[in-house]
């Protein structure tokens, strides 16, 4: 079985702090696909970024960046010198193709609150 | 290009009634994946059409069902409605290769029922 723990569940800064959220994943399978979805209060969740099993290169694009380590099982995403329009809900979610099942499996969410 | 789109976007029903709900995908995408969304229980997979056949179902019971026209589009049904089933109902697109393709999500649908 597939899971995500969120163990943070909300956090709050100031505006131009830099934020890293938690993520740590479990799964039997060795390929698999990681994920990080934004949702804003109008809920839409947003497809932010996605990292593939086999390649544990980190990168940064604009604010953000991540940081995948499979030693660890975590996948964690910060933001940098975060903006008030970053508040909003943010998942992270698992994905494999073993079991020919093509489910997302999402955390709990935690909620980000950059105040001004 | 557009992005997925779903209809109504907000629905307000008694305990009892049906409802269906539709989703249309990004031009080319041939899955579509529908989730609920509930503050108690979180995002979870209801099901998943590709190619007109339902191709991976989640465990909720056989009140929620879909279907996927040949144009990709899909709608999902929820008969006998229960107090329960108020939720965000979202659904997702891609291109189908199974467990890899990024999903891509709609605005959703929110449901309450009285």
């Known amino acids: 079985a597939q899971k995500v723990t969120q163990a943070q569940t909300e956090i709050s800064v100031v505006e131009k702090e830099d934020v890293t959220l938690d993520c740590v994943y479990e799964?039997?399978?060795?390929?698999?696909?990681l994920f990080w979805y934004k949702q804003p209060p109008s809920g839409e969740l947003v497809f932010l970024i996605r990292?593939?099993?086999?390649?544990?290169q980190n990168e940064i694009s604009g604010r953000y960046s991540w940081n995948f380590q499979k030693s660890t099982s975590s996948f964690n995403f910060t933001i940098t010198a975060s903006q008030v329009v970053d508040s909003a809900v943010y998942f992270c979610?698992?994905?494999?193709?073993?079991?020919?099942?093509?489910?997302?499996?999402f955390g709990k969410g935690i909620t980000l609150s950059v105040r001004p | 290009k557009a992005g997925v789109t779903q209809t109504p976007r907000y629905l307000i029903k008694t305990r009892g009634q049906q409802v269906t709900l539709s989703c249309s995908p990004i031009?080319?995408?041939?899955?579509v994946s529908w989730y609920q969304q509930t503050p108690g229980q979180g995002l979870q997979f209801l099901f998943e059409?590709?190619?007109?056949?339902?191709?991976n179902k989640g465990n909720f019971p056989g009140r929620f069902s879909g279907r996927q026209f040949s144009n990709s589009r899909s709608e999902m049904n929820v008969s006998t409605l229960e107090l329960g089933d108020s939720a965000l109902y979202l659904c997702?697109?891609?291109?189908?290769?199974?467990?890899?393709?990024?999903?891509?999500f709609g605005p959703g649908t929110r449901l309450t029922v009285l």
């Open positions: 997702a697109s891609s291109g189908g290769l199974v467990g890899t393709d990024t999903q891509y």
């Open positions: 990292r593939n099993s086999f390649d544990e």
């Open positions: 799964t039997r399978d060795t390929t698999y696909y």
């Open positions: 059409y590709f190619s007109e056949t339902q191709r």
């Open positions: 031009s080319g995408h041939r899955s």
């Open positions: 979610a698992l994905s494999s193709p073993g079991g020919a099942n093509s489910k997302l499996t």
